[in-house]
């Protein structure tokens, strides 16, 4: 069982629609982070959050909104999402979050379809 | 910019064979980290292996070995005694540093392999 848990595992949703996808972690990691998966593509950084702070950003657009309430805890809002944001959305925890050796543990993701 | 490269789309396997998984990478880091990650169709990323550039030994965790060849920058995963359950997607990773220190893994665009009974 993986030790980063993310909620709901399937979620449908209109192009007016505002929800939320939920992560939570127990390994005391104090980084966290959010990545995009389109099919048959690898995963692409979205944000990260470094003891609860927002340290990346890699140019999403505003209708996605991350949240960071605690160590614990990580949240996307999606508002006015498009049919292309369609994707497997994968949380992931890391130890650390400066550059060395400790991997990132991933959820099971939350698989998105926008209608 | 650092670049991963994994060749291979699809590899076909018989069960209790051996199978190695390519990757290449390409950085002008002097210190790097490479990771290979595991993706059943249930769609969790399971982390299975690390090598760091300065490790003198290449790593083994399990059935799973990397043979890590640093001048030729290739780092490739060996499962030995394949099982059913291996089947899965298989992305090469490497850490990317930016913003003072904070940790970015990049993915290679993964290999698919299927193991036959």
């Known amino acids: 069982d993986t030790e980063v848990t993310q909620t709901p595992k399937h979620l449908v949703m209109g192009m007016t629609n505002k929800k939320s996808l939920k992560c939570e972690q127990h390994m005391g990691h104090r980084a966290m982070y959010w990545y995009k998966q389109k099919a048959k593509k690898p995963p692409e950084l979205m944000f990260v959050y470094s003891y609860e702070k927002l340290s990346i950003n890699e140019s999403v657009p505003s209708r996605f909104s991350p949240e960071c309430p605690n160590s614990s805890l990580l949240n996307l809002h999606l508002h006015a999402l498009q049919p292309e944001d369609s994707a497997l959305y994968l949380c992931a925890s890391s130890q650390v979050p400066q550059a060395d050796n400790s991997p990132l543990h991933f959820g099971n993701g939350t698989r998105l379809t926008v209608t | 910019a650092q670049k991963i490269t994994q060749t291979q789309p699809g590899m076909f396997v018989q069960e209790k064979e051996a199978v190695t998984l390519d990757c290449t990478y390409d950085?002008?880091?002097?210190?790097?980290?490479l990771f290979w990650y595991k993706q059943p169709s249930s769609g969790e990323m399971i982390f299975l292996i690390y090598?760091?550039?300065?490790?003198?030994q290449n790593a083994t965790e399990g059935r799973y070995s990397l043979n890590f060849q640093k001048a030729r920058k290739s780092a490739n995963l060996v499962i030995s005694a394949s099982q059913l359950g291996d089947s899965a997607m298989y992305f090469c990773a490497m850490r990317e540093t930016v913003n003072t220190g904070f940790q970015k893994l990049v993915f290679g665009t993964g290999t698919r392999l299927l193991v036959s009974p």
């Open positions: 950085t002008s880091d002097p210190s790097y980290g």
């Open positions: 090598q760091g550039s300065y490790d003198q």
